[in-house]
């Protein structure tokens, strides 16, 4: 798998995937978000990644999100900042269950950190218990929860600096 930063010919393939897993278990998208407004702002900050097998296919994807809301959320550590959040991470169903959203996660981190980011932090609906699962068997804290766009979610917070050593 190659992770890169998905460039502006990326833009079909990657709202396509985002519509594929719309009302798949867990997931609380809808058919306008992600949409080509998150997208169009993710590229122009160079903040979307994405996720290729061998032959070139669109395995997931992952963002850096700048959501002033999320931000003064009050619960994120004040000697971890500054911090960055991972968002909208999606992988395709076919590539489900075989570690790829670890990978994803790992690279968006390392991401992060290159930017000089002290810490990552995210939210995770309180309903996704696959993706709550997974990053308790990453390490991640917990540090508060909110009701955010008609959603209950948990606040999600990890020291970039042990990444490399629990990712």
């Known amino acids: ?18 519509r594929s897993l719309v009302g ?25 990644f994405c996720m290729r097998d061998r032959d070139g296919t669109l395995a997931g994807v992952i963002s850096i999100d700048q959501d002033e809301e999320i931000e ?7 000697a971890l900042q500054p911090s960055g959040e991972l968002s909208r991470l999606g992988v395709k169903e076919a590539y489900q269950n075989r570690g ?4 994803l996660l790992r690279c968006g ?7 000089g980011c002290k810490s990552v932090h995210f939210l995770v609906c309180k309903t996704n218990r696959k993706a709550i699962r997974s990053y308790e068997k990453l390490h991640f804290q917990i ?8 959603e209950d979610w948990w606040c ?3 020291a970039l600096a042990e990444t490399a050593d629990r990712a």
């Open 109 to 115: 981190m390392e991401e992060l950190r290159r930017r």
């Open 24 to 48: 798949t278990e867990y997931c609380a998208w809808t058919e306008t978000y992600p949409g080509e407004t998150e997208v169009e702002s993710d590229l122009s900050r160079e903040a979307l």
């Open 72 to 78: 003064k959320l009050p619960c994120w550590t004040e």
């Open 143 to 150: 540090v508060g929860e909110c009701r955010l766009f008609g």
């Open 100 to 103: 790829l959203a670890r990978e």
């Open 1 to 18: 798998m190659q992770f890169k930063a998905a460039t502006r010919e990326d833009r079909g393939e990657i709202l396509s995937l985002y």
């Open 156 to 158: 999600y917070e990890k």
